[in-house]
């Protein structure tokens, strides 16, 4: 009988903290794609991509070729990454990667890796700074 007693003592507020650990990393984690919007017909919701990884290769090559390495992450295999869009000012280089679902769709609560290589092409020499969805890199071509 004391057993089963110290199970309900102890197995019980062990399970009810498991319990609510479980719900606040949900919660931590949805909330990743707090930006999600909409989109007008209300049929996709649209976000960017949570990116964890910048990394700038140059190659050796005259004139210098330029690429980004990008690592990130969707929260869902439902999210289908866009492709980037690449704006430059001046010595700044701006990507934006977004990713779109159907609002309605049900999908498995599994991250899914993000990964993809974007090609800035040539530069001058000089000090760049390239920003994808926040997350700055800076670099320097010789």
Sequence with gaps: MNASRDIWRFGLP????VIVLVIALAGTLAGEFD???????????VS????????????????VQVYVEIAGYL???CW???????E?????FEIEIVAERKADEVCPQVIEDYETVVE??????????VSVNGVEQEFEVH
Excluded: C, F, K, M
Aim: net charge negative; no cysteine.
């Design 14 to 17: 062990l399970l009810l903290a």
């Design 35 to 45: 930006d999600t919007e909409a989109d007008p017909s209300g049929e996709y919701q």
């Design 48 to 63: 960017n991509v949570n990116i964890d990884r910048v990394d700038v290769r140059l190659a050796e090559s005259h004139p």
């Design 75 to 77: 929260p869902d295999p």
């Design 80 to 86: 289908n990454a866009q492709e980037p869009v690449v």
């Design 88 to 92: 430059q000012d001046g010595p700044r």
């Design 120 to 129: 800035l092409g040539t530069v001058d020499p000089g000090d760049y700074v």
